[in-house]
């Protein structure tokens, strides 16, 4: 058996060929795009904010030059082109005629039906031998008959008279279709016959050779290289390894800073000559004298020379820029300004990074550094900055005016909620004195109003199904929580119900909109940086550290949406009770383990939360006795039960004496006997709540 191949000459099927082929590429691609994004910064509602900071127009260039990436054009452009396509070939399939292949159909050749006999068919053959034959048909130049056609369709008619009257012939044509037997395999491929001629061969050749032999590769080793030149904080492998090898266990947030600077991201922003342009300025400018603090920059003499330390060109601009940017410093340069808030969102995503490194090592004071050097990056404030400076048009000069009139006592700084606390008259004559207008000032109370301050109003550790906290035990520390804007008033008492932590009864089934309520989950507002050039939405982090060896014990849970809703649908508070939970193994041993527990705010200066923690360790027998307490008892010798035991050869117990006012019920008739039973207490938390330091 021959096999043949056919092309499509006439371009009928190369359409769909290529329609088929852009689908399966278009469609996926246009999909991606479509798909609404799930990243916390998109879906965050926002605090309502009509401050514009300084060079806000750099500030939302940045911003806007995020957004551009993050649409992805290439597959923009992808799924056009591929739409295009598509429409292309649609067209062409509208217009082309397409011609069907004649089926040979000895019945429709001798003009008989199906279901003809033997002898119908041969009088049919004798009656179109009388008009068709060769010898007795004549060409009709009318109908562009000739004597060969004439011959042709006489040749066809007596094929199909003998493939209807001969038993061989006309088997052929029930099991192949064809009268003569199986015939060659045709296969058929939808492309057009001048892509495989003789003449251009050559031409496919180098198409093919340039997609499979440079193109594939090329992309094909971009994306390796690219996968392999960055970690999975998405920073490069290089810059996590400047940054490990300058990890200090007793590095503050200051030092945090300058290890930051080590980026290899920072020779992208600052490659060719923007690595010594305007240098030698925007050193002057950050190191110029600040009005309430040594420099303008908020750098200490120590910054100054770990600055003055760096030989590096570009290290050395990256880090004063990080400096000008933290201090809010004006440059006199737009360029300058431009890199100044170009570093911001770069250096965030290295403290990140670092933050994985500070984890692996275990020390508390690191990991606090890189979390509180994220709330300074955020809010665009140097290390140790009054938490006022949060707040729109308050300035250094400002604050500290408001601190010297409000401190009565020799604490460091006033934080945002407790300059809320201070009464409206008293906080008005404040911010009158420190030179903040009326209008600033009211602007700055809205913000503060809407800022999610996360407040504790318990914490307990308990292990799910149990009393006790016993050695080795699978132990959960719950934090209950509310979100409780500063200067909020009338602020709801908590109810004692929404501090407990219930185990989830398994048998009581719920419905499913139950279940969608209680898996959904809530986000707070994006942070309010004004500063920054980019939406973040706050995260939160939840660890225990030992006070006394300075190390974490555990890990930190990171907190990103919460299980009840934050605001309801006109913008306010719920004051719903937030549960947080983090899951650890118990130690080993029993007895009181204390603890250091931090709970921070990546975005937002003061308000964390620090207190000591007792988790109590019980022996293993005390929770053994207390489920002896609990086991059933044997089935009395009286009881269905009872009696199934003796059966099996056990001895049941024997029934116990009913009191004598149960029996004169019983006797009476009564069948509402009623026995009152004391219920243990369920509470399997052990609460270690103690006072906000």
């Known amino acids: 058996m021959s096999s043949e191949y ?27 795009l479509l798909r609404k994004s799930t990243d916390l910064e998109n879906t965050a509602p926002r605090i309502k904010s009509s401050f514009q900071p300084e060079h806000a127009d750099l500030i939302d260039g940045h911003r806007r030059k995020q957004k551009r990436r993050e649409r992805k054009h290439k597959r923009m452009i992808a799924a056009l082109v591929g739409w295009a396509m598509i429409a292309y070939m649609v067209y062409l399939m509208s217009v082309t005629a397409r011609s069907t292949p004649k089926i040979w159909n000895p019945y429709e050749i001798l003009d008989v039906p199906m279901s003809a006999t033997e002898k119908q068919i041969q009088s049919r053959y004798r009656k179109l031998s009388i008009t068709l034959h060769p010898d007795k048909a004549r060409p009709d130049p009318a109908k562009n008959e000739t004597l060969e056609s004439i011959n042709e369709h006489w040749v066809e008619v007596i094929k199909a008279y003998k493939a209807l009257t001969d038993e061989e012939i006309r088997n052929n044509y029930i099991q192949y279709g064809n ?63 400047n940054m490990f090898k300058e990890y200090n ?53 120590k910054d100054r020379d770990r600055l003055q330390d760096i030989d590096d060109a570009t290290r050395r601009k990256a880090l004063a820029l990080l400096w000008a940017y933290l201090g809010r410093v004006e440059l006199d340069d737009k360029v300058l300004n431009d890199e100044k808030f170009e570093v911001a969102p770069t250096a965030l995503a290295l403290n990140e990074a670092f933050t ?71 906080r008005r004559d404040l911010v009158k004195d420190a030179g903040i207008s009326t209008t600033a000032y009211d602007a700055a109370v809205t913000v503060a109003k809407q800022l999610p301050r996360l407040v504790i109003e318990k914490t307990f550790f308990k292990v799910t199904g149990e009393k006790y906290v016993i050695p080795n035990s699978l132990v959960q520390f719950v934090v209950k929580a509310r979100f409780i804007p500063p200067g909020t008033p009338n602020v709801p008492a908590v109810k004692p119900s929404d501090l407990e932590d219930v185990d989830p009864d398994e048998s009581d089934p719920k419905s499913r909109r139950e279940l969608e309520a209680e898996t959904k989950q809530h986000q707070v507002p994006l942070a309010h940086a004004p500063y920054f050039a980019r939406d973040h939405s706050p995260r939160w982090h939840l660890f225990l550290a030992d006070a006394r060896q300075g190390k974490i014990a555990v890990p930190p849970f990171t907190f990103t949406t919460f299980d009840k809703p934050i605001l309801d649908e006109a913008g306010k508070p719920t004051f719903n009770v937030q549960t947080l939970k983090m899951q650890f193994q ?23 939360d620090k207190r000591e923690v007792v988790m109590v360790i019980e022996e293993p027998s005390k929770a053994e006795e207390v489920e002896s307490d609990d086991e059933i008892s044997e089935p009395e010798e009286d009881t269905i039960a009872g009696q199934m035991a003796a059966l099996k050869g056990n001895q049941p117990a024997k029934p116990k004496r009913r009191p004598a006012r149960v029996e004169e019920l019983s006797d009476s008739g009564s069948d509402t006997e009623e026995e009152d039973e004391e219920e243990g207490d369920s509470d399997t938390d052990t609460d270690t709540d103690t006072d906000e330091e």
């Open 586 to 608: 118990a130690p080993p041993q029993p007895g009181e383990y204390k603890f250091q527990m931090h709970l921070v705010c990546d975005s937002y200066v003061g308000f964390d």
């Open 179 to 241: 009268p003569d037997g199986r015939q060659s395999t045709s296969f058929g491929i939808a492309l057009p016959q001048f892509l495989v001629t003789e003449g251009n061969g050559k031409y496919i050749l180098l198409v093919y050779g340039s997609l499979l032999g440079v193109l594939l590769p090329y992309f094909v080793g971009k994306w390796w290289y690219g996968s392999q030149k960055v970690t999975k904080e998405k920073v490069l492998v290089k810059s996590a390894g």
């Open 249 to 301: 266990e007793r590095a503050d947030r200051n030092n945090v800073v300058k290890i930051l600077s080590s980026g290899a991201e920072f020779e992208e922003i600052l490659h060719g000559h923007k690595a010594d342009a305007g240098s030698g300025q925007l050193e002057k400018r950050i190191l110029a004298d600040g009005e309430t603090t040594l420099y303008a920059s908020g750098m200490t003499a």
């Open 6 to 32: 056919s092309y499509d000459e006439e371009g009928q099927f190369f359409p769909f060929f290529i329609v088929t082929v852009a689908g399966l590429v278009t469609i996926p691609v246009t999909y991606s």
């Open 356 to 426: 994985t490194i500070a984890l692996a090592y275990g020390f508390t004071q690191p990991v606090l550094s890189v979390y509180y050097t994220s709330q300074s990056i955020i809010q665009a404030m140097p290390p140790d900055s009054p938490p006022l400076l949060q707040l729109p048009s308050f300035t250094r000069t400002a604050v500290k005016k408001i601190e010297d009139a409000a401190l009565s006592e020799a604490r460091k700084h006033i934080t945002i909620q407790s300059f809320m606390d201070i009464p409206e008259s008293r």
